[in-house]
Antibody, heavy 117, light 107 residues
Framework: VQLVESGGGLVQPGGSLRLSCAASGFTFSSYDMHWVRQGTGKGLEWVSAIGTAGDTDYPGSVKGRFTISRENAKNSLYLQMNSLRAGDTAVYYC????????????WGQGTLVTVSS | SYELTQPPSVSVSPGQTASITCSGDKLGDKFACWYQQKPGQSPMLVIYQDSKRPSGIPERFSGSNSGNTATLTISGTQAMDEADYYCQAWDSSTHVVFGGGTKLTVL
């Protein structure tokens, strides 16, 4: 199992960014997928989830600003982030959902998003 | 919103048993899991569904969950176990929630 994130970088407050996660080594379409972020020196925060049927879920902190999507034919997961704020600065991890749970059994190496003027 | 509380730090001597707690309202009614994160690395699942170990996780890692507290226990702690540990659960209101993390020091 391998998860490789990309798309991070520096963006101004109010700007947008799209993260990608390339998955390999497993049947991507059969698993729920998630994004989890971690501010520098801070704890983990769940950002979004997408089920195998394309159903999505978000915490209140990003709902309406972030959109998770998947493209099973490309074994890829995405996170569209709009109206970014300084508080969104973090390493963003792509994570695979452990079947039958809301736990995460494999994580990518993360991609850094910095929101600053 | 649902919250999970962990002690910021725990210290243990090599070879001894380390216990890291995670507290939340009626946490025992939910499933808890634990992640280990070493500096500069991604988190790794070490316990899920309260007490199950993923493949490859040493037997010295165990978990329990009852009442308002879930506990991660590391028996015969080794220097390589020094890391940050995060508990996590699912709640109907907050959905996925993490504890604030505990820094385990082996000294």
């Amino acid at each position: 199992v391998q998860l490789v994130e990309s798309g991070g970088g520096l963006v101004q407050p109010g700007g947008s960014l799209r993260l990608s996660c390339a998955a390999s080594g497993f049947t991507f379409s059969s698993y729920d997928m998630h994004w989890v972020r971690q501010g520098t020196g801070k704890g983990l925060e769940w950002v979004s989830a997408i089920g195998t049927a394309g159903d999505t879920d978000y915490p209140g902190s990003v709902k309406g600003r972030f959109t998770i999507s998947r493209e099973n034919a490309k074994n890829s997961l995405y996170l569209q982030m709009n109206s970014l704020r300084a508080g969104d600065t973090a390493v963003y991890y792509c994570a695979r959902g452990l079947r039958g749970t809301y736990n995460f059994d494999y994580w990518g190496q993360g991609t850094l998003v910095t929101v600053s003027s | 919103s649902y919250e999970l509380t962990q002690p910021p730090s725990v210290s243990v001597s090599p070879g001894q048993t380390a216990s890291i707690t995670c507290s939340g309202d009626k946490l025992g009614d939910k499933f808890a899991c634990w992640y280990q994160q070493k500096p500069g690395q991604s988190p790794m699942l070490v316990i899920y569904q309260d007490s199950k170990r993923p493949s490859g996780i040493p037997e010295r890692f165990s978990g329990s969950n009852s009442g308002n507290t879930a506990t991660l226990t590391i028996s015969g702690t080794q220097a390589m176990d020094e890391a940050d540990y995060y508990c996590q659960a699912w709640d109907s209101s907050t959905h996925v929630v993490f504890g604030g993390g505990t820094k385990l020091t082996v000294l």
